[in-house]
Antibody, heavy 115, light 106 residues
Framework: EVKLVESGGGLVQPGRSLKLSCAAS????????MGWVRQAPGKGLEWIGE????????NYTPSLKDKFTISRDNAQNTLYLQMSKLGSEDTAIYYC????????WGQGVMVTVSS | DIQMTQSPASLSASLGETVTIECRAS??????LAWYQQKPGKSPQLLIY???SLHTGVPSRFSGSGSGTQYSLKINSLQSEDVASYFC????????FGGGTKLELK
């Protein structure tokens, strides 16, 4: 069974950093592009960025590229999202995503940016 | 950047009715489009890819169509379990989502 389990979310103060993890299982992790998507409360979906199988290509949504860094550890079957200089606008559920076209989603992790 | 305009933003329909949700791309996306269903408190689930291909396990009452810049998702014979939000996603050029459609029962 394919599983994507995000962790590392929670309450963080404005201006601080946070790193999310996504533990993958049930499939060959190093065969897939992986990505991160977020959804602000009551809002739509926003693709943050994506990373290819060997980390040689990483793409970001232009408006978000200065705030987020995506990385992966194929030996640990884990995807990461480093977030910096967080603001209230970054409050959202963050989803780990397998694939770029037929996306399989994790269950999501909530990040709340508030003082 | 390719923009996706989805309509309507909300929709109320009766059981057994047929509903259609549309997405318009700001430029030709050559059938690089997927549809997702998201139930409250859950992560999105793939319904349709390549504009008209039904994902494994998705009921046949769901169908996708379109080409160029205009695409649609049709749900035949609406069931109670179809109450959800629906999103389109283009993947022809990077990835962007439509704004979503919230489907409720009348």
């Amino acid at each position: 069974e394919v599983k994507l389990v995000e962790s590392g979310g929670g309450l963080v103060q404005p201006g601080r950093s946070l790193k999310l993890s996504c533990a993958a299982s049930g499939f060959s992790f190093n065969d897939y592009w992986m990505g991160w998507v977020r959804q602000a409360p009551g809002k739509g979906l926003e693709w943050i960025g994506e990373i290819n199988q060997d980390s040689s290509t990483i793409n970001y949504t232009p408006s978000l590229k200065d705030k987020f860094t995506i990385s992966r550890d194929n030996a640990q079957n884990t995807l990461y999202l480093q977030m910096s200089k967080l603001g209230s606008e970054d409050t959202a559920i963050y989803y780990c995503a397998r694939g770029l076209r037929r996306v399989y989603w994790g269950q999501g992790v909530m990040v709340t940016v508030s003082s | 950047d390719i923009q996706m305009t989805q309509s309507p933003a909300s929709l109320s329909a009766s059981l057994g009715e047929t509903v259609t949700i549309e997405c318009r791309a700001s430029e030709d996306i050559y059938n690089g489009l997927a549809w997702y269903q998201q139930k409250p408190g859950k992560s999105p689930q793939l319904l349709i890819y390549n504009a008209n291909s039904l994902h494994t396990g998705v009921p046949s009452r769901f169908s996708g169509s379109g080409s160029g810049t205009q695409y649609s998702l049709k749900i035949n014979s609406l069931q109670s379990e179809d109450v959800a939000s629906y999103f389109c996603q283009q993947y022809y050029d990077y990835r962007t989502f439509g704004g979503g459609t919230k489907l409720e029962l009348k």
